[in-house]
């Protein structure tokens, strides 16, 4: 049963680096996509970063001067750093498993991509 | 920030059915397929419904997706107390060249 844990540091001061790390037990990082999601509190989720088994990666365009998401194969880890922050950064972050793949209908591709396997979550709270 | 809509609320007595919907564009539902997540307020979100109208394993067939058009929806039927969570729509956007989220509804069990 494959599993996800995450840690990092939960208070920061506006300015600093958000630096969040996902370990995977029980599976391979192999063949599927990795990625960070937010909630702001009391809001909704927000798509951060995806990283593929072959470490390239897809920034939101609203966060991607400030975005770097890597992978370690050796470690079975993902990583994630935001600098910068500020107070509008304060949110719970996930890491999680994305199954993707797609398919044709009738000559169009739609891609099919679902977040299965989630991280517990750790709340990074902005504040000076 | 969210681009598909859904309604904020909805509620239901026991045993009752309740539909959510998810309404988008032709760049996200229109083009892609749609997943459903359950999250119980303090916890992680949890896949409910995948490629549309899809169950992962161990999730009741009481849950079940339909999607039209630029339009999805999530029915639970014989709603149960448990039940009590916040949904979210989510979907590949070709435009954005990345994911897209539902504004979220918390159903209630009266």
């Known amino acids: 049963q494959v599993q996800l844990q995450q840690w990092g540091a939960g208070v920061l001061k506006p300015s600093e680096t958000l630096s969040l790390t996902c370990a995977v037990y029980g599976g391979s990082l192999s063949g599927y996509n990795w990625i960070w999601i937010r909630q702001s509190p009391g809001k909704g989720l927000e798509w951060i970063a995806e990283i593929i088994h072959s470490g390239s990666t897809n920034y939101n365009p609203s966060l991607k001067s400030r975005v770097t998401m890597s992978l370690d194969t050796s470690k079975k880890q993902f990583s994630l750093k935001l600098n910068s922050v500020t107070a509008a950064d304060t949110a719970v972050y996930y890491c999680a498993r994305v199954v993707s793949g797609g398919y044709s209908d009738s000559g169009i591709y739609r891609s099919r991509r679902a977040f299965d396997i989630w991280g517990q979550g750790t709340m990074v709270t902005v504040s000076s | 920030q969210s681009v598909l809509t859904q309604p904020p609320s909805a509620s239901g007595t026991p045993g009752q059915r309740v539909t959510i919907s998810c309404s988008g564009s032709?760049?996200?539902?229109?083009?892609?397929?749609v997943n459903w997540y359950q999250q119980v307020p303090g916890t992680a979100p949890k896949l409910l419904i995948y490629?549309?109208?899809q169950r992962p394993s161990g999730v009741p067939d009481r849950f079940s997706g339909s999607k039209s058009g630029t339009s999805a929806s999530l029915a639970i039927s014989g709603l149960q107390s448990e039940d009590e969570a916040d949904y979210y729509c989510?979907?590949?956007?070709?435009?954005?060249?990345?994911?897209?989220f539902g504004t979220g509804t918390q159903v209630t069990v009266l």
């Open positions: 490629s549309d109208d």
């Open positions: 989510a979907a590949w956007d070709n435009s954005l060249n990345g994911y897209v």
């Open positions: 032709t760049s996200n539902i229109g083009r892609n397929t």
